[in-house]
Nanobody
Framework: QVQLVESGGGLVQSGGSLRLSCAAS????????MGWFRQAPGKEREFVTA????????YYADSVKGRFTISRDNAKNTVYLQMNSLKPEDTAVYYC???????????????WGQGTQVTVSS
């Protein structure tokens, strides 16, 4: 069992930056692929980015490539999402997830956090 707790969300103006954190606890949490997903009102939850357990490999959705950066610190059991050049369309609840497969697929992630709200004003 792995528990995930996100933090760092908030309200920011367009063009601004935020850094989200996801603290993981539980059995062998540092061996999991970690991902970030987001869900805007009235839309399905969508993939944002993922990082392999070693931190060597990353995936990004095209919509955030070049603006968002995922990283992890296995010593602290924490994964980060640095979000720069934020746009109003980035407004969503952001969820941290853990899974055994290095994947963009929502169904490949077994554990989920409760989510943190990110709101970007124009």
């Amino acid at each position: 069992q792995v528990q995930l707790v996100e933090s760092g969300g908030g309200l920011v103006q367009s063009g601004g930056s935020l850094r989200l954190s996801c603290a993981a606890s539980g059995r062998a949490s540092s061996t999991y692929t970690m991902g970030w997903f987001r869900q805007a009102p009235g839309k399905e939850r969508e993939f944002v980015t993922a990082i392999s357990w070693s931190g060597i490999s990353t995936y990004y959705a095209d919509s955030v490539k070049g603006r968002f950066t995922i990283s992890r610190d296995n010593a602290k059991n924490t994964v980060y999402l640095q979000m720069n050049s934020l746009k109003p369309e980035d407004t969503a609840v952001y969820y941290c997830a853990a899974g055994h497969r290095f994947s963009r697929g929502r169904n490949d992630y077994e554990y989920w956090g409760q989510g943190t709200q990110v709101t970007v004003s124009s």
